[in-house]
């Protein structure tokens, strides 16, 4: 399958060439040429997760990647499971936080790592990305001692916990992180300019691993998969199922489209955001008007401008899926009366899956089953958390190992020649 740049439709590359570009000319997104639909989905819901999902990706990585090579991939991406745990009688968690991260990122990003190792023989790769919190952790992770790729990791500033800030500032080796004095927007924007510094990208075979990425993406696609394998296991009849993603820079909720668009019987999407509220206001008003970011206690979705959200609009507009996506706003304070009711119904999460969760309850109809995804293990926002519910929380290995390690970043300025001389350097 080819792939193209949903603003510039004639540029048109293959799966390991949007993979190795990440974005298209004129910032364009690579968007998949055509979505498989399978029509043996009971079929497919019956295999395992690997399995499964290898079937689910084969369309799109085809021309680039043998079955027994993505298979490989898979197996050592997906090398932990997702976990749909009943919440209530008609709602559920899907927990995508059993990774070496504790974060749903690690999905994709894994995903990517593999495919990249075998797109990048002999040929030096940069990776720069920008971070919110978890994709910092998951990226850094899944490359980490992987031959030929350097990583630069770029995140704001004293706006990320500290145990997050330690789950990727302290591997050293290939990676290398900066502590940027400005939101994450600036550093978004930084990875932007140099990508649009044409000489510099090829110089250092520049590639980004955020969420524009296709490859993580489309890994992303399996778990809304496993999610309804598993529920149709644990019930006689699935219903209308909905999803409720807490939402960012969109990238999740782009790959449940894809599933859906691929015969995954999927009703309608709730996308919950926090106080950064741009979709949710452009869904209402028609107009797309980002305010200033600002920082809540759901702060991987700190986000003003989502940068999937040309993907999510091109899939409704075009007609791939039809009106399926409300848009709910949570605030703080609801962000945390989720988590104590959820603690009440003897669940302990943390403050994204709250804002999901909270904007499932607003919308859900009778007769739906609601899953929200907890994106994200409670232990990672253990101070926020605490304090919420007012108990102790203990720290999973993952977090533990790293807490008393040191953290190697160095501080810039929200310049982008200044990052510049410090990769060249
Ligand atoms: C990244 C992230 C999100 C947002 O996901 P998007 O794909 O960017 O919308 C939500 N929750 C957590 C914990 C995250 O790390």
């Known amino acids: 399958m080819q792939f193209y740049n949903l603003k510039e439709p004639d540029e048109v590359v293959s799966f390991s060439q949007a993979v190795k570009q990440g974005l298209g000319k004129n910032q364009g997104l690579f968007f998949p040429a055509s979505i498989p639909a399978f029509d043996n989905v009971d079929e497919l819901l019956s295999l395992p997760l690997v399995e499964r999902s290898v079937q689910i990706l084969k369309p799109f990585v085809a021309s680039c990647l043998t079955e027994e090579q993505l298979k490989q991939i898979v197996t050592k991406a997906f090398n932990f499971p997702a976990q749909l745990q009943p919440i ?5 968690i899907l927990e995508l936080f059993h990774g070496p991260t504790l974060a749903f990122k690690d999905f994709g990003a894994r995903f990517m790592a593999q495919c990249l190792q075998v797109f990048s023989k002999d040929q030096k790769i940069t990776i720069l990305t ?13 490359f980490h001692g992987l031959d030929n790729i350097d990583v630069v990791i770029l995140y704001p500033k004293g706006k990320i916990s500290l145990l997050q800030e330690k789950m ?101 999407f709730v996308a919950a955001t926090n106080a950064n509220d741009t979709v949710p206001r452009y869904l209402q008003t028609g107009e797309w008007s980002p305010n200033e970011t600002v920082a809540t206690i759901s702060n991987a979705m700190d986000v003003s401008n989502p940068n999937n959200w040309p993907r999510v609009e091109h899939m409704i507009k075009s007609g791939i899926v039809d009106e399926c996506v409300s848009s709910v706003s949570i605030d703080e304070e609801q962000t945390q009366t989720g988590v104590i009711q959820l603690n009440k119904l003897g669940y302990i999460s943390e403050p994204h899956a709250a804002v999901a969760y909270k904007a499932l309850k607003y919308s859900s109809e009778e007769g739906e089953h609601g899953i929200f995804l907890g994106t994200a293990h409670p232990a990672k926002f253990k101070d926020v958390v605490e304090s919420i519910l007012g ?7 993952e977090l533990a190992d790293c807490a008393g390690e040191t953290i190697l970043s160095v501080d810039l300025p929200a310049d982008f020649d200044q990052l510049k001389t410090y990769i060249l350097a």
């Open 88 to 92: 209530s009688e008609n709602q559920s």
């Open 130 to 142: 920008a971070t919110s919190g978890d994709t910092g952790a998951a990226v850094a992770h899944a």
């Open 168 to 268: 990727f500032t302290t591997l050293g080796g290939n990676i290398k992180t900066v502590a940027v004095e400005g939101s994450f927007d600036d550093c978004q924007a930084m990875v932007k300019q140099a990508f649009d510094d044409k000489a510099f990208a090829k110089q250092v075979g520049l590639n980004s691993a955020n969420s524009i990425n296709i490859s993580r993406l489309l890994a992303q696609i399996c778990y809304y998969f496993e999610a309804l394998a598993q529920l149709s296991r644990q019930k006689s009849k699935l219903g209308d199922v909905v999803f409720s993603v807490p939402s960012g820079n969109f990238g999740n909720l782009t790959a449940g489209l894809f599933a859906k668009a691929m015969g995954l019987p999927i009703k309608r």
């Open 391 to 397: 108990q102790p929380i203990g720290l999973p290995k």
